[in-house]
């Protein structure tokens, strides 16, 4: 493993390619402590000091941000507009007969899609920072009122200092993203995967001290010890995968002979990713939204289903709360999944370059077959991230960690992948070089 280390500083081109994204990286984690114009530093430190915890949407949208988001930073919103503006195109091929077209048309296309996610992304920027600069500004953006330097974030409440500061986050939410495509051209790649992997664990010192300081060393360990244990099961369930065999026809093209091979489709028991997790988080904050804007004035009793949200639908420790989450993240998966892969699509494709699954005929039981084993595949992986998703409640229920409990939940989804794609990527650049990669 050493060995294979010193190669990767050994090679010039790829020595060059991680300092690129190192400096990228040191850059990101720098804006994300310089604060906005017209925020009170020393009050937003008082708050966090006094741990205050927010909740719902915006505790992950902080966790994505590693921490920017209640520091009320340059790069607050971090890289959430970009992941909400990806998912948004990605949806709308269902729906606009258009972007799927532009879906087909190959490089061209694609780079179409990706300008069109540029312009969303700003758009969301806009949008997500007003909401959090008037959140700011209401004196709710902690969750409690009872700290005095809560209500006074920001100094300057004139329209003009409003726009200023929307302008400033909005343009930290466009460089983000510029640096993440600068890693994925001149880097080692994954830009914007990798930012968000070190948005995340940049929250696990501070998440486990936590854990350390208020249950003891011992839980500290034993935190560490399960932490382990969770990170093998989920690598072990990110690379499992079915693969269907497949064959193709040989056909002679003028002298010369093509086809003939085997290969395979691979199914993952997750290929929904961390996307229904965020569905079901962000569906979930909307009926705490609902009754936070229905809150009666002060001395009033609340109506009748504003406090039963209230009690039922805010708190992770809920059992009928934990439920609707576990029942959202399988009804996400399977809408995913169903988006993203197209079994008619796929045997259409088989059908036109003459492959065929053994056993099966061409065209419409080929499709039949592949959602048939889908759907099965789908239901294992939509309980798996169910299960994960549910470990950061269970833990806040249990061990009184917060709901950025790091070895649970999207957090552990995401740095799984990450880190898998990259080791990836880093081999498949070791090979091209030195027909080795970083393990023999």
């Excluded at 664990?201 to 010890?225: D, H, K, M, R």
């Excluded at 993240?329 to 079994?343: E, K, M, Q, S």
């Excluded at 991230?385 to 999207?410: D, H, Q, S, Y």
């Amino acid at each position: 493993m050493f060995s294979a280390v010193a190669r990767i500083f050994r090679t010039p081109d790829l020595r060059r390619k991680i300092g690129f994204t190192l400096g990228i990286i040191a850059l990101f984690r720098l804006g994300s402590f310089i604060p906005a114009p017209f925020v009170d530093f020393g009050n937003v430190q008082s708050c966090l000091a006094a741990n205050q915890g927010t909740s719902g949407l915006y505790e992950m949208v902080n966790l994505f941000s590693g921490g920017a988001l209640l520091q009320l930073s340059v790069f607050a919103l971090g890289i959430m507009p970009y992941i909400t503006a990806s998912i948004i195109v990605q949806l709308l091929r269902v729906v606009i007969p258009h972007f799927e077209t532009l879906h087909k048309e190959g490089q061209s296309g694609q780079a179409t899609l990706t300008q069109y996610t540029r312009y969303l992304t700003i758009a969301l920027g806009v949008l997500q920072s007003t909401t959090l600069i008037t959140v700011a500004r209401s004196g709710s953006l902690f969750g409690s009122t009872n700290v005095p330097e809560c209500t006074q974030l920001i100094t300057n409440d004139a329209w003009y200092a409003i726009m200023l500061m929307v302008i400033t986050m909005t343009a930290g939410t466009g460089l983000i993203m510029w640096m993440g495509e600068l890693i994925t051209e001149r880097g080692i790649g994954n830009g914007m995967s990798l930012l968000i992997f070190i948005s995340i664990a940049a929250t696990f010192p501070t998440s486990l001290w936590a854990i350390s300081q208020s249950q003891g060393f011992e839980i500290f360990l034993l935190v560490l010890a399960v932490g382990l244990v969770i990170v093998a099961l989920v690598v072990f369930v990110e690379q499992s995968q079915r693969r269907i065999p497949v064959q193709y026809a040989k056909r002679m093209v003028g002298r010369r002979t093509y086809g003939g091979n085997n290969t395979y489709i691979p199914i993952k028991v997750n290929m929904a990713g961390v996307i229904p997790v965020i569905f079901a988080s962000s569906l979930l904050y909307l009926p705490a939204l609902i009754a936070q804007f229905n809150q009666p004035p002060a001395g009033e009793a609340p109506q009748p289903w504003v406090q039963w949200i209230t009690d039922n639908l805010t708190s992770g420790d809920n059992p009928l709360y934990m439920a609707l989450y576990f029942a959202l993240i399988i009804g996400f998966t399977y809408f995913y999944v169903a988006i993203t892969f197209n079994p008619e699509e796929v045997a259409d494709n088989m059908k036109k370059y003459g492959g065929f699954i053994p056993g099966i005929r061409a065209g419409r039981p080929t499709a039949e077959y592949l959602d048939y084993v889908l759907t099965r595949v789908t239901l294992p992986g939509s309980i798996y991230l169910g299960l994960i998703a549910l470990i950061p409640l269970i833990a806040l229920a249990l061990v009184g960690a917060n709901a950025n409990f790091p070895f649970g939940g999207a957090s552990i989804l995401i740095i799984v992948g990450v880190g898998l794609e990259t080791v990836k990527q880093i081999d498949s650049q070791l090979q091209q070089r030195h027909y080795e990669g970083l393990l023999r």
